[in-house]
Every structure is written in structure tokens, then in C-alpha cells.
């Protein structure tokens, strides 16, 4: 069983600070996604990266998938109180498109 | 487009009752999958399907049946509650196993006493 580990599993800060969340694995997959999910709905696909070394920038979202496509990290430059929720990445074996889904950073953006 | 639907939205149930949860999608999807969210567990997968009349298992499928008979809907059904089946339950629906955008319905609460 291929696992996803996400961290800080929590985080809390100001508006307007950046911030950094982790998503490891001792797996490699080929291809990653990261999720929002707001409370009491689905969560929603932010973006999906597929190349080691590979950057895609969505606005302030900046995600980065690792070399080795072991791991990913999203950044949030100038946070707003509008990227508060539940972030999880999924992601998919080599040969194996079933996704993985990380147990989630649940992010509180502090107006 | 509605996208992905479910019903109902909040379902209370006594141990042992059966019920099904309904997921429909007009996006015209090959690939649907139902999966269960349990506090500090993420999403885990339960089953799903490449096409009408196929399906398979996922990570954790005891006590859950499905069926795809018709490529819009996917229902999953519960044969006799238990407690730990009390989660937060959402289907998703892609257009290939292969493809990497995948919609997902907004959930059913089930609650199992």
C-alpha cells in the first residue's frame, strides 16, 4: 500500500503570510494532484503534475513535484482568507492510475 | 451540467438497516469510484469502475456492494449498517482510469447508530 503523508496536518496564520505544505512518500507515483475541499463539500482538483522537477504555478499557488516524484509541495504566497480549507494530495502508482489520497493540511487563513 | 450528484445529502441509520447511496454524473465519464472520509484517514478508496457493466475493488470494500449498469449512475449500497461505516462518503467520476481530472459529487454525511 502506497501511503502520503501530508504536513503540518494543521496550520493556522495572518493574512497576507506565506506559507508551505508537504506531501512525502516513500513511493514513487507518476503522476500527483493537489486538492481543495471546503467543509461540507467534494474536494475540487487545483492541479496536477506529472514531470520530476516540475513547477506549475496557479496564481498564488505555486506546487512543486520532486525529482525523484516522491514528494510535492504547495506554496501560498500572501495568503488570503479565501485559500482557507482542506488541502490533500492524491497520487497515482507507475502502472497504477488508482489514486492515493495524504490525510490532508487543514489550512485557516486569520483575516 | 450538474456534474456529479449525490443523494441524500444526510442519512441516519440503526445498526444492521441496508440503504444506497446514489451518484450520478452527465459528463458522460467511463471511470466512477466511490470513497469514504474518516477523520486523519484522508480519502480511502471503495470501489469503482472503468465502464458500464465493470467493476472492481478498492482499498476498503467489506460491507459495501456495487453496481454500473448504466454509465451515468453508480450506486453503493449497504447491506446491514454497522457503526463503522458511520463516514463521509463521495463519488467521483473522470473520463478515463487514464485521464487526471477528476470531479468529485459533494458527499453523503451517513451516520450509523
Known amino acids: 500500500t502506497q501511503l502520503l503523508e501530508q504536513s503540518p496536518q494543521f496550520l493556522s496564520i495572518q493574512e497576507g503570510e506565506n506559507l508551505t505544505v508537504y506531501c512525502n512518500s516513500s513511493?514513487?507515483?507518476?503522476?500527483l494532484q493537489w486538492y481543495r475541499q471546503e467543509p461540507g463539500e467534494g474536494p475540487v482538483l487545483l492541479v496536477t503534475?506529472?514531470?520530476?522537477?516540475e513547477v506549475k504555478k496557479l496564481k498564488r499557488l505555486t506546487f512543486q513535484f520532486g525529482d525523484a516524484r516522491k514528494d510535492s509541495s504547495l506554496h501560498i504566497t500572501a495568503a488570503q482568507p479565501g485559500d482557507t480549507g482542506l488541502y490533500l494530495c492524491?497520487?497515482?502508482?507507475?502502472?497504477?492510475?488508482?489514486?492515493?489520497f495524504g490525510t490532508g493540511t487543514r489550512l485557516t487563513i486569520i483575516p | 451540467n450538474a456534474g456529479v450528484t449525490q443523494t441524500p445529502k444526510f442519512q441516519v441509520l440503526k445498526t444492521g438497516q441496508s440503504m444506497t447511496l446514489q451518484c450520478a454524473q452527465d459528463m458522460n465519464h467511463e471511470y466512477m469510484s466511490w470513497y469514504r472520509q474518516d477523520p486523519g484517514m484522508g480519502l480511502r478508496l471503495i470501489h469503482y469502475?472503468?465502464?458500464?457493466?465493470?467493476?472492481d475493488q478498492g482499498e476498503v470494500p467489506n460491507g459495501y456492494n456495487v453496481s454500473r449498469s448504466t454509465t451515468e449512475d453508480f450506486p453503493l449500497r449497504l447491506l446491514s449498517a454497522a457503526p463503522s461505516q458511520t463516514s463521509v462518503y463521495f463519488c467521483?467520476?473522470?473520463?478515463?482510469?487514464?485521464?487526471?481530472?477528476?470531479?468529485f459529487g459533494p458527499g453523503t454525511r451517513l451516520t450509523v447508530t
Open positions: 503534475v506529472v514531470t520530476g522537477g
Open positions: 492524491a497520487g497515482a502508482g507507475v502502472g497504477n492510475e488508482k489514486l492515493t
Open positions: 469502475s472503468v465502464g458500464a457493466g465493470i467493476t
Open positions: 513511493s514513487v507515483f507518476s503522476s
Open positions: 467521483a467520476s473522470r473520463w478515463a482510469l487514464s485521464s487526471y481530472e477528476q470531479y
